[in-house]
């Protein structure tokens, strides 16, 4: 049937409005509704690197690594209040150095060791910390890895089985603390206590440094094992001579007291006799250059961030601080704002040794009232 011409332009018209109004509402309507975004997965370099991240803002709780204590499971010294005041003086981490050699030699069940972890895990999670549980004070040397190694490994394996349900982004282990072997010995050693662990917990992220005390220069010569979840730490106190001046522990290089940060010509001390032909006497001559920020820097940029960028790894100093029985109170502070302000800049995280004892920054018992106006602004604390 033919319509007339009129009618045939009237009805393509109408189906021309039609399909016209149907496409704007479809237009319409994709407009107002956000299309939903892919998820796109963080990869494995990143998710280490946002791990290391979270411990950043960290502070070492020094007990169970205190093997002169003899009390050392009953000492009640650290209470909840104490993560109440790391929390508001804006630390987010927490380093657990615990001693597992000691108690096994003295006897103490791991069990009773490993109750006293989980409790500081419990705190650490209900007010918002990381923790790194740290293997501290071990028997490794040159003449017994081989079978110290096994019996880390060992011991590692129980810890990991007794964790295994906390989240990897939870809970660290830090494989074992300033090693003193040679290198190769030492990655032979870290290599297999890694593959110890991976037997037990597969996800758990593990902090590993490198000898000669988790020293920079060692790290820089250190080639990163074949783990992909690893986080690498270092320590750092530089200058030695300053940070660990009158350290008996330590010996005769540091006899020298009364150094200031940074280096002040004036007030400078003379040379204590003691240090004389050692480490301590190089080092005192050295000070005038070595004592200052720019110092900090030039170490950190020269050995560890080439290493990082190198590999592509996240790396985090796990120790830094100053013992505080002769440094004054001034420098103590101008350090610790210094190497937050460096490690800030080479992003890495840091964590300060240590809460309560020997390096604390508080004068006296710690609590608000005893944290130095200076040390309030060189962690950043503001009231």
Not at 131 to 143: I, R
Not at 239 to 260: E, I, K, L, R, Y
Not at 366 to 378: F, R, V, W
Request: positive net charge; contains cysteine; charged residues 20%.
């Amino acid at each position: 049937m033919k319509y007339p011409r009129f009618y045939r332009y009237y009805y393509a018209t109408l189906l021309f409005l039609m399909l016209f109004n149907l496409s704007a509402t479809s237009q319409t309507h994709s407009a107002k509704t956000k299309p939903t975004p892919k998820k796109v997965a963080l990869s494995n370099v990143q998710i280490m690197f946002n791990r290391a991240a979270s411990l950043d803002k960290g502070m070492n709780l020094s007990w169970l690594e205190q093997t002169w204590n003899k009390n050392i499971l009953s000492d009640t010294t650290l209470a909840e209040s104490d993560y109440v005041l790391l929390k508001k003086l804006g630390f987010k981490s927490i380093r657990l150095p615990v001693a597992f050699t000691y108690f096994e030699n003295n006897n103490v069940p791991l069990d009773s060791v490993l109750t006293h972890i989980n409790k500081v895990l419990s705190y650490c999670k209900k007010y918002g910390f990381t923790l790194v549980v740290d293997y501290h004070y071990g028997n490794l040397n040159n003449d017994n890895y081989l079978t110290e190694t096994a019996h880390i490994i060992e011991l590692w394996q129980k810890v990991a089985q007794f964790f295994i349900a906390e989240g990897p982004g939870q809970l660290f282990f830090e494989i074992y603390n300033e090693p003193t072997v040679h290198d190769d010995i030492w990655k032979d050693a870290a290599y297999n206590i890694v593959q110890g662990i991976r037997k037990v917990d597969a996800k758990r992220t593990l902090l590993v440094g490198a000898s000669n005390y988790n020293s920079i220069y060692e790290l820089s010569r250190f080639v990163r094992l074949a783990d992909d979840n690893i986080i690498y730490s270092f320590h750092f106190y530089e200058p030695f001579f300053f940070t660990h001046q009158g350290a008996t522990w330590v010996g005769d290089q540091v006899a020298t007291t009364g150094v200031s940060f940074p280096y002040n010509e004036a007030r400078f001390p003379p040379l204590n006799l003691k240090a004389k032909n050692t480490w301590g006497e190089t080092n005192y001559y050295n000070y005038k250059d070595d004592g200052n920020e720019q110092s900090l820097m030039d170490k950190l940029n020269k050995y560890v961030k080439p290493w990082r960028d190198k590999y592509n790894v996240p790396v985090v100093c796990t120790e830094y601080g100053v013992y505080n029985k002769y440094a004054d109170q001034y420098s103590r502070c101008r350090y610790i704002k210094a190497m937050r302000a460096t490690l800030k800049t080479l992003n890495m995280p840091g964590m300060m040794w240590e809460y309560n004892s020997g390096f604390s920054i508080f004068e006296g018992k710690p609590s608000i009232n005893t944290l130095p106006e200076c040390m309030k602004a060189a962690i950043g604390y503001t009231n």
